[in-house]
């Protein structure tokens, strides 16, 4: 979902949810993924949905292809 869209479908969320749910389960980090490629067109895009985020959960990131996390 994109940045403050709002919708019924519990599987999917928007960036601003996920920070929230992120800071209110103390994780260390939240990876923004599974973007819909039909919305989220460019990496810009995907950028300004992690700016989004962080403004709740100051260590959100935006995924991308090729990304390798160690935990």
Known sequence: ??????????IHLNPELSAKIAKESDVKNLFLMHFDASRYIS????VEAEKSAREIFSNSYASYDGLEVEV
Request: negative net charge; hydrophobic residues 20%.
């Open 43 to 46: 990496v810009e895009s995907r």
């Open 1 to 10: 979902m994109k940045t403050n869209e709002v919708s019924d479908n519990p």
